[in-house]
């Protein structure tokens, strides 16, 4: 026997299953009408309860609420004829919001699907998967949102930087904190699978340049250069600058990177990462001594692996076993590792190691993160291998 409270926590829960699928339905009568019976007892049961029974029907005597409630009468040997609440039937989402407190939320999400739906019918189930954002959003946000995604359909490919946009109440902060929302539906106004990861190629616009940290580690380097130590530019700015290093270093940790100490001919690229690709724009780095220090990680010999494509000269600094096994005090976990087994770049000695994190060898999923390595033990190995 459902008493309505229940009925309640019932519709709650089919709301958050549901609700969603309700709002891109194309047809809503299909869905439609939701018939929970109520559980009325048989003689027997009711004789066993009757005050429970009695309590029972008179709660939904008192009901006054969304929905058809249907009662049915029953003729009992023991009891007699008995009116009891049978089913209750909701006719769609207005009554069952109504049922659970959610009616403003939903008709305002409904209204809010049907302007995205009206001038872009394909983003129905793109947009019904974000029942909160139509549910919540202040007005004006909304009359943004529809303003950038009607301007960035027109305009395919303006190849502008976000500031330029001419879109009245929008500026670069705001789009900034809403790109993964924008993204979504501009992907679905295009009929894509998704946004994809990189937001301003979605759109036509001018990414940012990804700056490239370099260090001239050289004091004659660096003269040339007007006193300059570090300088953050785009790959192909770099490229386009007139130094012969002798020896390029490729650090991954900055704080390492800025404690490097001047090194005749030298230059370091630092925190780069997977961004080890921009190698390959700069034709001055191929020709000189390459050494690469990393963690000792499954993403670290990837890493190096990527890094050997560009300059294939490259050499590992402290990335071997013997370094691994001198600083075991000093291990850490790697939160996940690289799934990559193919590291053909690899050398015979950094495969094996590789392999063997790969395998827990040493521990499950074991890591020895640079900048743990002791300063004096590192400066020493770094300056060996610079001047070889």
């Given at each position: ?24 339905a194309d047809d809503p009568t299909e ?109 004006a946000d909304f009359a943004r949102i ?227 390595i002791s300063w004096p033990v590192a ?10």
């Amino acid at each position: 026997m459902k008493l309505p409270g229940e009925v309640k926590s019932l519709l709650k829960k089919r709301f958050a299953g549901k609700h969603r699928e309700w709002l891109a339905a194309d047809d809503p009568t299909e869905q439609w009408p939701l018939v929970i019976t109520l559980g009325p007892p048989s003689e027997a049961e009711a004789l066993k309860q009757t005050e429970a029974v009695r309590a029972w029907v008179e709660a939904w005597r008192e009901w006054r609420g969304e929905g058809t409630l249907q009662w049915v009468e029953r003729r009992w040997r023991v009891l007699g004829t008995q009116r009891l609440p049978e089913y209750l039937r909701l006719d769609g989402p207005h009554a069952v919001c109504a049922w659970i407190g959610e009616l403003a939320r939903w008709q305002l999400a409904e209204l809010r699907h049907q302007a995205l739906c009206q001038r872009w019918p394909q983003l129905a189930p793109v947009a019904a998967r974000l029942f909160n954002l139509l549910a919540e959003v202040e007005d004006a946000d909304f009359a943004r949102i529809q303003a950038v995604l009607a301007w960035l359909e027109d305009n395919p490919a303006s190849g502008l930087y976000l500031r330029q946009l001419p879109i009245a109440g929008m500026d670069t902060k705001w789009i900034e904190s809403r790109k993964g929302l924008l993204g979504k539906l501009l992907a679905g106004i295009r009929g894509l699978p998704g946004p994809g990861d990189d937001f301003h190629s979605l759109c036509g616009l001018q990414a940012p340049p990804a700056l490239v940290h370099l260090r001239l580690l050289d004091p004659a380097l660096r003269a040339a250069a007007n006193g300059l130590r570090d300088i953050c530019a785009p790959a192909a700015q770099l490229a386009g600058m007139n130094l012969e290093p002798s020896t390029v270093l490729v650090v991954e940790n900055v704080q390492t990177g800025l404690a490097l100490p001047d090194l005749p001919g030298a230059v370091a690229f630092i925190g780069l990462g997977y961004r080890v690709d921009v190698l390959s724009q700069i034709p001055w780095t191929r020709h000189c001594k390459g050494l690469y220090w990393g963690d000792i990680d499954t993403h670290g010999y990837s890493i190096l692996h990527r890094a050997r494509s560009h300059m294939p000269q490259l050499q590992s600094l402290l990335m071997d076993e013997a370094t691994l096994l001198q600083f075991s005090s000093l291990w850490g976990t790697e939160p996940e590792q690289c799934p990559t087994e193919d590291l053909s770049l690899l050398q015979p000695t950094e495969l094996a190691v590789y392999q063997g994190l790969k395998e827990h060898r040493w521990g499950h999923r074991l890591r020895l993160e640079q900048e743990r390595i002791s300063w004096p033990v590192a400066l020493q190995a770094l300056l060996r291998m610079a001047t070889l």
